[in-house]
C-alpha cells in the first residue's frame, strides 16, 4: 500500500508540475521586455507560508510579488544589500547616513517632497539601517503605488544630482542628534558598541557601531558618500517587494518602466563568513550614567541560518528566556539580580550568545560575583540536561509566531525581503518551522558544549559612575587606535556616474487613481450578565484569536499615598496562581503558544490574550485561573515590589522621563494624574501586599468591564467558548468621579531641571487643552495641529531638524483622555542649541497662530487624514484599538463617516481661529531637562521673548 500511495502521489506531483509549468511559460510570454520570471510560488505546499512571485529586471533587479486582497492597500519595500558591514575602517556609519540622505529629494523628487507625497496619499513610510542591509519601506493605499514607484526608482537611479553640500551638513548634524538621542544620552546606550569592539577582530566590518564613529562623519565629505552610494545602490543589489491588493501582471509593466532603465552597479559578491573565535576572556568596564550595575557576557558563535543556529536559540531560551529559564530561577527569583537573561542575536555573518544581569541593590560586593552565579547556571545546565517540556515549548511559539506573523501586509512582505536579500529563497516560513521542530536534545547539549563550556567571551561591566570597585575584573583589553588621517580628498572627478538613458518624463507625479472603497470591521455586541461589555469581529486572514479585557482600574483610582498600586497589581496577576506557579503557568501558556499579559494605565487594568484559535478552550481556562484565583504570592510581590523601585531609580536617570514628570506636576499640581503611573520611591516603598489585595477586592471586577475581540471564529463559537467562563466572575465596583485641577505652572516660566554633562537637552513647551473627543473640538484642534508639528513635513519638524540640524525630530500635538488633556510642542536638542530651538518654537507657534494655515496646507492635511483610512483597521491589534475606542466613547457606528464628512468641510477660517484660541504663545510654560551650567546662560537670554528662568527639583 505504502508503495502504490507513493507512486500515485508522484504522479500527482508530476501531473501538478506539467500544469505549472504551462501556466509558467504562459506567463512569461506576456511579461513586459526586459522582465523574467524566476520561480511563482503563488500556490504554496506548505500550511504555513506566503505566497509570492519572484521576477528578475535585465539591470538585475530581484522583484517579488505577494497577492493579498484583503485590505485595500500595499506596502513596498526596497531592500538594498548594504550596511555598516560593508564600510571601511575609518569610514563607518556611511550606510546610515544615506538612509538619511534618500529621504532629501532626488533629481525629479523636492527636498522633503517624499515625505510631503507618501503623508499627502495617506500612507506611512521609513527606513531602517543594520549590519547587514538597508530598506526603505511605504504602505499606502493601493491607488497610491505608482507614485511609490516614480519616488524608490528615482532616488535609486537619480539621486546624487540632488545631493548637496548643504544637505550633507545637515544631516549630519542629524545623525549627531540621533546618537546623542538614543546612544550618549540613553543609559546603557554605549554597550553594544563597546562589547562589538572587543568581540570582534580589529577591523572586521561588525566592530564598529551601525550609526558610526562621528570623528568618521566628520572627517568625511559629500563626494565620499556618493562614491559609497555608486558602489552599493545598484539595482543589482537590490529587491523590491511589493505586496498588497495587487496583481503581478498588472504592475510589472510599471516596474519595468520606472526601473528597467537604471544602470546595473558594480558586481556585489557575499562577504565571506569566518567564524569569531577569541582565546581568552576579554573584561571590559565603563562608567555610565545609570542607577544599577550590569554585567553582559557574549560568546561567539555561528551565523544565521547556519546549522547550529537552532540548537543555540533554544539554548538560549532554557537558559534565560523567561520565567522558566535557569537564569531566572537562580538570580532573579533569588532576588540576587532585578534582571537576568540571555539571547542569541545572528546576523549575516557572525552571532553572539550573550547573557547579562543587573544584581539587585546590596546583593553583591562587585560583579564578579554576578559573573559566578550566571556561570554556575551554565554548570547547573550542563548537569541538568534539556527536557521534552524544553523543546516543546519553543517549538509552540515558533508555530505560534509564524502564524501571527501572516496578520499584516508589512510582515509577510518585510519577510519576504529580508529572505530573498540573504538567502535568495524569498519565503521560508516552513523551512524554519521544520529547523527548529528536528533540534534534538542531543543537539542542544552538543552546541552548549562546542561554544559555551570553557570557551572565552566578552564580559562587559557597566557600573555607576564613581563605583569602578564593582567591576568584574579589571580591563585586559584595550583596542586599537587608529590614525584615519585628516579631512578627506575625494573630488567630484573621482566618481564614476551612471547616468539613467531612457524617454519617461520622470518630472511629473503620476496620479492616483480613484480612492478604494474602504471596509470597517463588521462588529458584533453582546452584554454579559456579570456586567461585562462585548465587542468582537471576525477577521479570517489568520487562524488566530486577540483579545482584550480592561477593566476601569487604574491611576485615577489611586491615592498618592498608594500610587503606583495597579501597576503592582497586574504584575502579580502576571505570576502565579493558587493553583500554579509563576514558572508551571509560564510553561503551560508556552506550550500552547499562547500569550497572557496585564498592564495598567490611567483609566484600565488591561488583559491581553494571544492565541491560535484551535487553542483557545485551554488559553481561557487559563486566563480564568488567573482572574479567579491569583496567587499573591508574598515572595513574588516581594521580589515585584523591588524591581518597581529599582525600575523608578532607573527611570529618574533618563531624560525624558524627568521631563514627562515635571510636565505631570506641573500641569496637575496634587492631583493624581501629577504621580507616574509606577508610583514614587516613597510610596512604591511603603505598599503592602494586603494593600494589594485590598486594592483588588474593591476594584477588580468584572462590572463595567470590556472585552473586544478580534477572531476567524465566528460569534456563534466565541460566545461559547467566552460566556460559560467569563460568567464565572462576578461583583462590581464603584463609578469612578474625576475631577481635574488647574494647572499650577506658571505661564511664561522655564523651568529647568539639571542633567549634569548631558549631550542633549529635553524641551516640553506646554499648556492644559482639551479633554479628548472623536468629532468635537479636540478632533478638530488635531486637524489644526496637523502641518504645523503632526507630521514629518510639519514647519517644526522641518525648521528644528531639517533646516537647523537641531534635533533628530521635533513635534507638537493634543493628547488627552476623556477628563484633561495637553497640548505641548517636544524634542530632545544638542544642548548647545537649546534657546535657539525654544526660539525657534516660539518662532513658529506664533506665526502660526496669528497667520494660520495656508489653503495648500490645507489640501495636504484633508488628503492625509481622509486616506489614510485604509491602512487603520488591517491587523487585528490595530482592529482592537479601533474597537476599544467605539465601546470606550459609545461612539456611533458612523462616527468614521463623520469625521471624514469634518475633513472635507473643515474651512480655513475655523483652522485658524481653533489657532488663534488654542496656540498663545503668552499661555504656555516651559521644561527644560539638560545640563545646567551650560545651558542656563543660553535660557536667560530668552527674557526678550517673555520667558523667566526657575530651576526647579522633584
Known amino acids: ?105 532626488s533629481e525629479h523628487v523636492a527636498d522633503e517632497q517624499h515625505f510631503q507625497i507618501i503623508t499627502e496619499a495617506g500612507g506611512e513610510m521609513n527606513g531602517s539601517t543594520n549590519t547587514d542591509r538597508t530598506n526603505y519601506y511605504q504602505t499606502v493605499p493601493v491607488n497610491q503605488l505608482e507614485k511609490v514607484l516614480w519616488l524608490e526608482s528615482d532616488r535609486m537611479g537619480f539621486l546624487l544630482n540632488a545631493v548637496t553640500e548643504k544637505k550633507f551638513e545637515v ?41 558610526g564613529h562621528m570623528a568618521d562623519l566628520n572627517r568625511a565629505n559629500v563626494n565620499d558618500v556618493k562614491a559609497f552610494f555608486l558602489r552599493w545602490y545598484g539595482p543589482n543589489n537590490a529587491t523590491l517587494t511589493i505586496g498588497g491588493a495587487v496583481k503581478a501582471e498588472q504592475i510589472l509593466p510599471l516596474v519595468q518602466q520606472y526601473f528597467g532603465a537604471i544602470p546595473q552597479g558594480p558586481e556585489v559578491t557575499p562577504a565571506a563568513k569566518p567564524l569569531v573565535t577569541l582565546t581568552q576572556d576579554r573584561y571590559i568596564s565603563m562608567e555610565d550614567n545609570v542607577h544599577l550595575p550590569l554585567l553582559y557576557m557574549a560568546f561567539p558563535t555561528v551565523y544565521v541560518r547556519h546549522a547550529d543556529e537552532a540548537p543555540l536559540d533554544i539554548l538560549a531560551e532554557i537558559l534565560g528566556g ?63 540536561g534539556v527536557t521534552d517540556d524544553d523543546l516543546n515549548k519553543v517549538k509552540a511559539k515558533m508555530e505560534a509566531a509564524s502564524i501571527f506573523g501572516l496578520q499584516s501586509v508589512e510582515g509577510k512582505v518585510s519577510q519576504l525581503a529580508l529572505n530573498e536579500t540573504f538567502f535568495g529563497e524569498p519565503d521560508l516560513t516552513a523551512a524554519d518551522l521544520a529547523r527548529y521542530q528536528s533540534v534534538s536534545k542531543a543537539d542542544v547539549e552538543r552546541v552548549y558544549q562546542q561554544y559555551l563550556k570553557g570557551k572565552a567571551a566578552v564580559i562587559m561591566s557597566v557600573v555607576p559612575k564613581g563605583q569602578r570597585q564593582l567591576i568584574a575584573k579589571a580591563d585586559n583589553f584595550t583596542p586599537v587606535q587608529h590614525d584615519f588621517g585628516g579631512p578627506s580628498t575625494t573630488k567630484a572627478e573621482d566618481l564614476q556616474l551612471r547616468p539613467v538613458k531612457d524617454n519617461l518624463d520622470r518630472s511629473k507625479i503620476p496620479q492616483a487613481g480613484a480612492n478604494p472603497a474602504i471596509e470597517l470591521p463588521t462588529t458584533w455586541q453582546q452584554s454579559l450578565s456579570n456586567g461585562i461589555r462585548v465587542l468582537g469581529a471576525q477577521s479570517q486572514e489568520t487562524p488566530t484569536t486577540s483579545l482584550l479585557l480592561r477593566i476601569p482600574l487604574g491611576l485615577y483610582d489611586e491615592t498618592p499615598a498608594q500610587v503606583g498600586i495597579s501597576q503592582l497589581l497586574a504584575a502579580l496577576l502576571d505570576e502565579g496562581t493558587l493553583l500554579k506557579s509563576t514558572e508551571q503557568m509560564s510553561l503551560a501558556l508556552e506550550k500552547l503558544g499562547s500569550s497572557i499579559s496585564f498592564s495598567a494605565g490611567d483609566e484600565y487594568l488591561e488583559v491581553s490574550v494571544q492565541s491560535l484559535s484551535k487553542n483557545l478552550p485551554q488559553t481561557l481556562e487559563l486566563l480564568m485561573e488567573k482572574l479567579l484565583l491569583p496567587g499573591f504570592n508574598p515572595q513574588d510581590f516581594e521580589r515585584l515590589r523591588q524591581q518597581t523601585l529599582q525600575g523608578i531609580q532607573h527611570a529618574e536617570k533618563d531624560a525624558g522621563f524627568m521631563a514627562s514628570h515635571a510636565v505631570q506636576q ?15 520611591l516613597q510610596s512604591v516603598s511603603t505598599l503592602t501586599l494586603a494593600d494589594v489585595k485590598a486594592y483588588a477586592r474593591r476594584l477588580f471586577k468584572p462590572g463595567r468591564a470590556e472585552l473586544i475581540l478580534v477572531s476567524d471564529l465566528p460569534q456563534t463559537q466565541v460566545l461559547a467558548e467566552l460566556q460559560p467562563r467569563l460568567q464565572r466572575w462576578q461583583g462590581d465596583a464603584a463609578e469612578r468621579q474625576v475631577q481635574i485641577p488647574d494647572a499650577i505652572a506658571k505661564a511664561g516660566t522655564i523651568y529647568l531641571i539639571d542633567k549634569p554633562d548631558a549631550p542633549q ?4 513647551i506646554v499648556k492644559r487643552s482639551l479633554s479628548r473627543d472623536f468629532t468635537g473640538e479636540y478632533f478638530r484642534a488635531g486637524l489644526m495641529n496637523f502641518v504645523l508639528g503632526g507630521n514629518f513635513n510639519s514647519r517644526i519638524n522641518l525648521n528644528l531638524r531639517e533646516d537647523k540640524g537641531y534635533t533628530y ?73 479601533f474597537m476599544a475606542a467605539i465601546l470606550q466613547y459609545q461612539l456611533a457606528a458612523d462616527f468614521t463617516q463623520q469625521r471624514n464628512q469634518i475633513v472635507r468641510d473643515i474651512t480655513l477660517d475655523e483652522l485658524n481661529q481653533l489657532a488663534k484660541r488654542h496656540l498663545d504663545p503668552a499661555s504656555f510654560s516651559v521644561v527644560v531637562v539638560g545640563p545646567a551650567k551650560e545651558i542656563r546662560p543660553q535660557l536667560d537670554q530668552l527674557e526678550t521673548l517673555g520667558l523667566k528662568v526657575q530651576d526647579y527639583k522633584f
Not at 500500500?1 to 507512486?7: D, V
Not at 492631583?671 to 503611573?677: K, Q, T
Open 809 to 881: 525630530g521635533a513635534r507638537s500635538g493634543f493628547s488627552a483622555d476623556r477628563y484633561a488633556g495637553l497640548y505641548s510642542a517636544s524634542a530632545a536638542v544638542r544642548a548647545d542649541v537649546t534657546a535657539a530651538s525654544i526660539a525657534e518654537f516660539y518662532k513658529e507657534i506664533s506665526r502660526y497662530q496669528q497667520q494660520g494655515m495656508t489653503p495648500q496646507e490645507l489640501e495636504f492635511m484633508r488628503k492625509a487624514i481622509n486616506q489614510s483610512d485604509a491602512l487603520a483597521y488591517e491587523t487585528p491589534g490595530a482592529k482592537l484599538g
Open 322 to 384: 523567561g520565567n522558566n529559564s535557569l537564569l531566572y530561577k537562580n538570580l532573579v527569583k533569588t532576588q540576587k539580580a532585578v534582571q537576568a537573561q540571555s539571547g542569541h542575536g545572528c546576523q549575516e555573518l557572525a552571532c553572539e550568545f550573550t547573557l547579562l544581569a543587573l544584581p539587585a541593590p546590596g546583593a553583591v560586593k562587585s560583579l564578579a560575583e554576578t559573573e559566578q552565579q550566571i556561570r554556575q547556571s551554565l554548570a547547573e545546565f550542563e548537569q541538568r
Open 1 to 105: 500500500m505504502k508503495t502504490f500511495a507513493l507512486s500515485l502521489l508522484s504522479l500527482s506531483l508530476l501531473l501538478a508540475g506539467c500544469q505549472q509549468a504551462t501556466n509558467t511559460a504562459t506567463e512569461a510570454a506576456a511579461l513586459p521586455a526586459g522582465v523574467s520570471l524566476v520561480k511563482d510560488a503563488s500556490k504554496p505546499v506548505a500550511a504555513v507560508a506566503i505566497p509570492y512571485k519572484k521576477y528578475r529586471l535585465s539591470n538585475g533587479l530581484t522583484v517579488i510579488v505577494h497577492e493579498d486582497a484583503s485590505d485595500p492597500l500595499v506596502h513596498v519595500d526596497v531592500t538594498y544589500h548594504v550596511g555598516s558591514a560593508r564600510e571601511e575602517p575609518g569610514k563607518s556609519g556611511f550606510a546610515h547616513f544615506f538612509e538619511h540622505m534618500m529621504f532629501q529629494g
Open 171 to 211: 544631516q549630519r548634524e542629524t545623525v549627531k542628534n540621533e546618537r546623542g538621542q538614543s546612544v550618549d544620552n540613553r543609559p546603557y546606550g554605549r554597550l553594544s558598541e563597546r562589547v562589538d569592539q572587543a568581540f570582534y577582530p580589529d577591523g572586521h566590518p561588525y566592530s564598529w557601531p551601525v550609526i
Open 761 to 764: 537637552s529635553e524641551i516640553r
Open 666 to 680: 506641573l500641569m496637575y499640581g496634587d492631583h493624581i494624574s501629577a504621580y507616574p503611573n509606577q508610583g514614587t
